[in-house]
T-cell receptor, first 111, second 113 residues
Framework: QKEVEQNSGPLSVPEGAIASLNCTYS??????FFWYRQYSGKSPELIMS????GDKEDGRFTAQLNKASQYVSLLIRDSQPSDSATYLC???????????FGQGTRLTINP | DTAVSQTPKYLVTQMGNDKSIKCEQN?????MYWYKQDSKKFLKIMFS???????INETVPNRFSPKSPDKAHLNLHINSLELGDSAVYFC????????????FGSGTRLTVV
């Protein structure tokens, strides 16, 4: 079992709709969770971090964490073509000195 | 004013050569990392240094040798390059632990021919 798993996609969503990206992790001791966005040919960029169960909203982005189910998700409301990118889920076990990444989900927003 | 800068951005070299990639951060972070991203976009950690001390050394061939002269710099030297080393190498930095996420450099695309 991989430490962090994502559906690699591609996920195709019409412009203006809600894009939903999912991630599961295997280590119950994980304490911090991140979503990175990576445009083609560019470096990953941190867009959301979440540390406790529930929802965290930032503009059009909402991160959701359920530690009992070992599940993290990212919702993008009112999707725009500029949201088309690969989204990487990353997890840190408390006190660990590294992030473990999922394989990324490629998202395409269709105008 | 780049936060994490890597050089070079592109590197094309022949099998068997030795090459280096340099990384510098001006964020005042204590910890720096090297990650390798393969053609399927999977990011895998290679090394981590905290204030010049090696703290993570994943299963990486010993042809790869990191060096951190100070906490703002982390370089990666690769000996006897092989075709399978072709990938994008990312440098990143963070505060003492990874609990607040990383800032990534722009990456170095290494192509071994």
């Amino acid at each position: 079992q991989k430490e962090v798993e994502q559906n690699s996609g591609p996920l195709s969503v019409p412009e203006g709709a809600i894009a939903s990206l999912n991630c599961t992790y295997s280590d119950r001791g994980s304490q911090s969770f991140f979503w990175y966005r990576q445009y083609s040919g560019k470096s990953p960029e941190l867009i959301m971090s979440i540390y406790s169960n529930g929802d965290k909203e930032d503009g059009r982005f909402t991160a959701q964490l359920n530690k009992a189910s070992q599940y993290v998700s990212l919702l993008i409301r009112d999707s725009q073509p500029s949201d088309s990118a690969t989204y990487l889920c990353a997890v840190n076990r408390g006190g660990a000195q590294k992030l473990v990444f999922g394989q990324g989900t490629r998202l395409t927003i269709n105008p | 004013d780049t936060a994490v800068s890597q050089t070079p951005k592109y590197l094309v070299t022949q099998m068997g050569n030795d090459k280096s990639i340099k990384c510098e951060q001006n964020l005042g972070h204590d910890t720096m990392y090297w990650y390798k991203q393969d053609s399927k976009k999977f990011l895998k950690i290679m090394f981590s240094y905290n204030n010049k001390e090696l703290i993570i050394n994943e299963t990486v061939p010993n042809r790869f040798s990191p060096k951190s002269p100070d906490k703002a710099h982390l370089n990666l030297h690769i000996n006897s390059l092989e075709l399978g080393d072709s990938a994008v190498y990312f440098c990143a930095s963070s505060h003492r632990t990874a609990n607040y996420g990383y800032t990534f450099g722009s990456g170095t695309r290494l192509t071994v021919v």
